[in-house]
């Protein structure tokens, strides 16, 4: 049976600035073009600049007026994050939405960042984390809007409280849970911070379901030489129209969270169908790991104590 189109209208965002990051293909180039068709000016933060063109070609390619630009950023290096905003804030020109959306995901063996921190915790979360303290004044500026990506998996399991780093067991699936959840826990704090402290900032998270990305696909630099058998079936499945998302739907969850001024602040937008693995873009209950205002809390205490500085 055919896929049932999904779509959503967003609001006109002329006028406007937005960072996305993990935008140079997958979800990330999906939420980025979408941006940009609704006016707002777009930047891209990338490591690989080639790849980073050719987003902008095919965002261009779809939306000829668009005000697309690239940025270097590698978010697994916390000095290249901080240059990154170091640019952003000299420019001076304030952010209106920031959609946290890279991320890496399960590589087989431990891998550290360029800061040794374990590679998932350092750069979904560390990573974005070093990036909304950098970004700070400029969000502020425009009274502006994070909406952090996280992922289905963050549906159970925990913060690895006692070894964050994973140095004395790794478990490649628990981290990438610990890093998801962890994120989410921080968007979420972001937001209470700033109604406490004034910033004007709103946060909330979204997740994008199952889709086939390139998240569980070959990664040789992730020493996974091979699609997982996991992304083969959700390849499967997808093309058929099956239960999970494509790479256009699963973006949407987070386009609403970042634009639909009912669900801005505090926030959970995801797919609604089965499962939550597919489907319209919806609210959804914040899942049991990000209840806890006291573990975000302590999420964020961990984040400053591990980046050796406060956030805001």
Do not use: C
């Not at 939420?31 to 790849?51: C, D, E, Q, S, W």
């Not at 994973?166 to 990438?176: F, I, K, L, Q």
């Amino acid at each position: 049976m055919p896929r049932r189109p999904i779509d959503i209208t967003l609001p006109r965002l002329d006028g406007t600035r937005a960072v996305v990051t993990g935008a140079s293909d997958g979800i990330g180039l999906g939420i980025a073009t979408a941006l940009a068709g609704a006016g707002a000016a777009v930047v891209l933060p990338v490591r690989n600049p080639a790849k980073g063109e050719a987003a902008r070609t095919r965002v261009l390619r779809e939306h000829p007026d668009a005000v697309v630009e690239l940025g270097a950023m590698d978010l697994s290096s916390i000095a290249s994050v901080d240059a990154f905003a170091e640019s952003m804030v000299a420019e001076g020109t304030p952010v209106d939405l920031l959609v946290g959306n890279a991320g890496v995901m399960t590589p087989p063996e431990r891998q550290t960042t360029a800061d040794g921190f374990e590679l998932q915790l350092g750069t979904n979360h560390l990573g974005h984390v070093a990036l909304v303290r950098g970004l700070l004044p400029l969000l502020r500026a425009a009274r502006g809007h994070v909406t952090s990506q996280i992922s289905i998996v963050a549906r159970s399991g925990s913060v690895h409280w006692e070894d964050p780093n994973w140095e004395r067991s790794y478990d490649g699936m628990r981290a990438y849970r610990q890093s998801k959840i962890a994120f989410g826990l921080f968007g979420l704090e972001l937001g209470r911070r700033s109604a406490e402290q004034g910033w004007g900032i709103t946060s909330n998270l979204a997740h994008p379901g199952v889709a086939p990305t390139s998240l569980l696909a070959a990664r040789p630099e992730l020493g996974r030489s091979g699609d997982t058998p996991q992304v083969r079936v959700i390849r499967w499945l997808s093309a058929r129209g099956l239960l999970v998302g494509t790479p256009r739907t699963a973006g949407l969850p987070a386009l609403v969270a970042a634009t639909a001024p009912d669900v801005r602040d505090g926030g959970f937008v995801g797919p609604t169908g089965p499962g939550g693995v597919g489907g319209a873009p919806g609210r959804t209950p914040l899942w049991k790991p990000l209840r806890s205002a006291e573990d975000a809390r302590r999420v964020w205490e961990l984040s400053e104590e591990l980046l050796g500085t406060t956030v805001g």
